[in-house]
């Protein structure tokens, strides 16, 4: 056997694989990527825009919008399979990035490719256009074009496309010339008012490990499974993980906690990289196919353990930004005081495989203790791999979490426009807006920072907002395909009177507020990593310019000391207040 079977078939779950790339304006899945597609609810709007859309007289296009990479191509691909006559009623630009020709620019090329859809030659015009874009370059080409694309600056605007709030898509407007779908406003992950969950990548991770004629990689797995050469082969090892349903369960829970606290934009082509990553250790998927077995057949019990799932999720933060965010949901890193009694009994006995077999029920373990010997394997590297395999069994027992799921529940009733948890999220932040430079300690006033830290005396100003809340449509559904994945809080600013004050909290800064409410004050880092909070505080107490200012004698003790004020004329007072 001249190469690894198994990792000859993961390879095309790679990003850089010929097989992970599709055009696009053609149908060109192969068997393998037709096995692994799986209909998200972006494609069920799109083939339901494009039939619709088929069917009227009208010259339309359809903006197919969002970032690099996060599928566009892939889903136009297959709907030349899933509706073939409508969807060949259009032409489609597949990369409105790209120019045509070296003598004009990708702006000059999407000019011209949209010419019928200027405002002087749209009532004449029958042509229909697909149009997969890249947000930001639609904002260059509406900024260069808008004299001429002046109907469809409108439409971009009105819809919100190139707005950071999410404005639901509800059924087509066929008497509109611009239809759009909009891959920004979905995420890998869906909000239910029970938690987040993922359809695709808990679909995806049980489509790559089912003995399924159409699956490839288990074809793979058949050659290796029974071969002594591969007794102590962690990619299979790994692989056999997966067929657990709990493990696979675990990984996407943790892959969805990663994606919304770091409000990470992840494609399924990104995931089936984040997949093959996993089940091929690094040193296996830099080698080649001899090199690969001499690595399997000398591999030493350190190096093995290290190389299994449980542990390489967790330690491997270099390969790429999903790796990097996993790595701080380490359960090694925070644990819980039944988990360090566990720990100690473990330390204590001297067959630790005994040990796991009484708390661990996936049996999956044994194959690397059967392969090595146990006595020589590192006690730290025997401590982490318990850990984190009772993690996969019980998650609750080993990881207490954060406010996570608190966060997530409050983004589900957020964009469904719950008044109750909106309530709530507010005066969450006005808590945090009194507090950040000082706890104030009566309710109506504000800290106002004042230059260089003092130590002798704080200045306090009368504290009084009011709400102008973005609340997002409630269209009663259970489950949320389109929503944003950070709270959006708003003000009202008398100042401006046109423009509202508003920030985005995403998961760090409602940690951070939440962490306040309980006491704890703000540092010089957490003023560095929110500083655009910082600046919405600035921004905050700006409003009402007239207030009195209250100086607190911080040493003495006394709630306030001193009160400077301005009268109708414009005279101050500084006066002693009892």
Request: proline share 4%.
């Amino acid at each position: 056997m001249h190469s690894h079977p198994l990792i000859q078939q993961l390879q095309k779950l790679k990003e850089s694989s010929r097989y992970a790339i599709a055009q696009g304006n053609k149908y060109d899945l192969d068997d393998f990527k037709n096995y692994l597609h799986i209909e998200r609810e972006i494609e069920k709007q799109l083939k339901e825009t494009i039939v619709r859309s088929s069917h009227s007289d009208r010259a339309q296009l359809i903006l197919v919008c969002g970032n690099v990479g996060d599928g566009k191509s892939h889903v136009l691909s297959h709907l030349h399979k899933s509706v073939p006559e409508e969807i060949s009623k259009f032409q489609i630009y597949n990369d409105a990035t790209e120019a045509h020709n070296p003598m004009e620019s990708s702006n000059d090329t999407l000019y011209r490719l949209l010419a019928d859809f200027k405002d002087v030659n749209l009532e004449r015009s029958k042509l229909k256009v697909i149009v997969a874009i890249n947000l930001g370059t639609l904002s260059k080409f509406i900024d260069t074009y808008q004299d001429e694309f002046h109907k469809l600056k409108e439409y971009i605007a009105k819809e919100q496309i190139l707005d950071t709030t999410i404005k639901v898509n509800s059924n087509a407007d066929l008497d509109s010339s611009f239809l759009h779908v909009n891959f920004t406003n979905y995420h890998i992950y869906t909000l239910t008012a029970e938690g987040p969950i993922s359809e695709t990548i808990s679909e995806l991770l049980s489509k790559i490990v089912a003995e399924n004629s159409g699956n490839e990689i288990f074809r793979g797995y058949k050659e290796v499974r029974d071969n002594p050469d591969f007794r102590k082969c962690p990619v299979k090892m790994n692989y056999e993980f997966l067929f657990e349903q709990k493990n696979r369960e675990i990984i996407t829970k943790l892959l969805i906690e990663a994606i919304a606290k770091n409000k990470e934009i992840v494609s399924v082509r990104s995931i089936l990289n984040f997949i093959y990553d996993l089940l091929v250790p690094i040193q296996l998927a830099n080698s080649n196919a001899l090199d690969q077995l001499n690595i399997i057949k000398n591999i030493d019990t350190d190096e093995l353990l290290s190389c299994l799932i449980p542990n390489y999720i967790f330690e491997h933060p270099d390969l790429s930004p999903l790796f990097e965010m996993l790595s701080e949901l380490d359960p090694c890193i925070g644990r819980s005081d039944t988990m360090d009694e566990l720990l100690l009994s473990l330390q204590s006995i001297d067959n630790p495989v005994a040990y796991f077999e009484a708390h661990i029920e996936d049996r999956s373990f044994k194959d690397p203790f059967i392969a090595v010997d146990i006595k020589k394997v590192n006690p730290t590297i025997i401590t982490r791999y318990f850990i984190r395999l009772l993690y996969f069994q019980h998650p609750d027992l080993v990881y207490k979490g954060s406010y996570f799921q608190e966060y997530m529940e409050n983004l589900y009733h957020f964009n469904r426009g719950n008044h109750e948890y909106l309530s709530k999220l507010y005066s969450l932040v006005e808590t945090a807006i009194k507090r950040w430079h000082g706890d104030p300690k009566k309710g109506d006033k504000i800290v106002l920072k004042a230059g260089r830290t003092q130590i002798k005396y704080r200045i306090f100003k009368d504290f009084s907002i009011d709400v102008d809340p973005y609340i997002p449509e409630d269209l009663g559904q259970s489950v949320l395909h389109q929503f944003s994945q950070e709270f959006i809080v708003s003000y009202k600013n008398t100042t401006e009177q046109n423009e509202s004050i508003k920030i985005g909290i995403d998961y760090s800064l409602y940690r951070t507020l939440k962490m306040i409410s309980k006491g704890y004050r703000p540092n010089k880092k957490d003023n560095n990593n929110f500083v655009y909070f910082v600046h919405f505080i600035n921004g905050i107490t700006k409003q009402n310019p007239n207030a009195s200012l209250y100086i607190d004698e911080v040493n003495v003790g006394n709630p306030i000391d001193y009160k400077l004020s301005k009268n109708a004329f414009g005279k101050y007072k500084f006066e002693k207040v009892s």
